[in-house]
């Protein structure tokens, strides 16, 4: 396999140039691709996987915010939430969010502070509610502690949510795990020796107290990824429109860079970048329904193998309450391992489909080993799990494999422009091809009329500047109104002509006649110039890449303003595409050809009266 210091750099310009001629090589061998162009397999492999997703992307079978509902619904939701009511606010928490590690210790400490100081202050035993049936009252404090508590949360997923980046949610559990647990346990040892409590030990109490919010601080991660995995894809999304947004000439100047530095070549060997270069998720992706089973099987036989085990032994000895405590903690590392399973088995599917059926899989895949009669599992614990099994399947699981999906669209994307700052050869050939496919949009016929006022010139001089403006402005008033009944698109207009695009001939030419049949009247009742507008009027049939409003050069335009310019003052030109599909419109071919196009000159370039 060649080095990438061994690659002629003309090698993935010759890759590039053949993927955009020939589409349906997206699915060759990368294998052949890489011998036949002297391309390293690797940097093939990336490029394929990008212009499957461009096709993906026009063929709407892609995780895109415009055309998935549900994904449009929740992400606007979410960012009609967070965006700030104005800019101070906003400068003030972009500000206050720049660490988000930081903020999130911060924000936890001053939410305890906020709950200590509640919990000292004269009203803080007033009851607001009190239920006398169960002997349940919720005082000021309570209600004022969970406000704080809540809030706090809301406003460090939202931090997370700003950033994008799911290592931040995974470093905010932590923090917060080992503030909320330090103070838990100093309470505990406080308390014990002030009390002496003897009920259990103490050191069993912190023990408990640690494991119960680690279960916690998992659960706030995995909501907390969400939050990230959904800023992450709005900001790439935005920065895939931007993007698209840009001019023709703009990606023209993109392009001709990642080509210079494509031709420049890489002194490194091809580098790899995020998750999709990690051992175990490559492992996955290489044989995703065997890795699938293996691990499903792998996780869920340790219920009874492990908490099986411990279950046995509590058995003979009940007084041990480290089994029990034991056993607390396994269950919340298997909890956390399903979790971060079905995740992965999601992520690396890509697509919902695959995704969901693999999430399904695993899930059938763990539950299994549950069935083995040991350490009180077996078929009757099964069936006794089956309604929480079923409710799983059909509510998390569906969340789970979605965000998933958007986690795997983020980190290909992520992947992309971090090879790209790196100038990754492949990352580069990715992009270029990506330019390329905007470049040149999906073609479509139209029929182009190109119009020019003659000796325009003679008109404006020595005329009266203001007469001069508003007789033209009217003019092109006249063209745009006439257009717009034929169903034309002005693409351009100055002050003596305009061009306009239509979705058929026999419109573009019943707009011709029409403007040379109006123009009379027009300079009877509107026109202030001493001159009148004599117009001359081309037209072309041809193959336009794109949206023509925004092309700012095309052949098809081209041709149709040298046409015009040897139709005669009030007559209408047309090259033979044109001429063959309107039919028997009558008409006298010139001598002499424009562009390797035959015209023909309209013999009645008005309507009939």
Known sequence: MNSLKETDPQAYHHLASFLRRNPDAINQDPSLLSDRFGVP??????????VKERVSRRSGDTMTLAKNPVSSMLLSVIEGAIVPAGRKVRKGWYSTTSSPSWFVGISTAISILVIFLLSQSFIASH????????????TTKDAAGLITVVATIILQFFCYYRHGMARYALYGAL???????????????????????????????????????LLVAAIYAGIGVVFAVLGAFVALNKAEARKEQL???ELLERMFEIEEKLRQGSSEEALEFGLASNPLIRKVSSHPMMSTLALGFGLGILHPLVLGTIHLISIRNPQNAGLEMTSSFVWIVLGISWFLGEAMVGFVNKRFAQSF???????????????????????????????????AMLLFIPALAYISCLGATVEEKATRNRGLRKNDPGALLSELLDIQYLLTPETQEVCVLVVDVARSADMKTAADPF???YSFREYQHLVADISDRYRGTVHSTAGDGAVVAFPSCAEGFGAAKRIQTEIDDFNRETNRLRAPFRLRIGLHRGQVQGDIGKVQFTEVIDIAAHVQSVAPVGGIAMTEAVATELGDEPAVQLRDKVDGQTVMLVLNPTLDQ
């Open 41 to 50: 397999r690797s940097v093939v492999v990336e490029v394929l996987d990008s």
């Open 357 to 391: 059926a693999a999430c399904m899989l695993f899930a059938a895949a763990y539950t299994i080993p549950l069935a083995i009669p040991y350490g009180g599992y077996g078929p009757a614990r099964v069936s006794m799990m089956y309604p929480h099994l079923l409710g």
């Open 175 to 213: 923090v917060n795990w080992l503030i909320s647990s330090v103070l838990s346990i100093v309470t505990v040892w406080y308390s014990a020796g002030e009390k002496a409590q003897n009920d259990i030990s103490t050191a069993t109490m912190t023990l408990a107290i640690a494991f119960g919010l």
């Open 247 to 249: 001019s023709r000439q």
């Open 467 to 469: 007469v001069v403006e």
């Open 127 to 138: 009851e607001l509610v009190k239920i006398e049936k169960n002997g349940i009252s919720i």
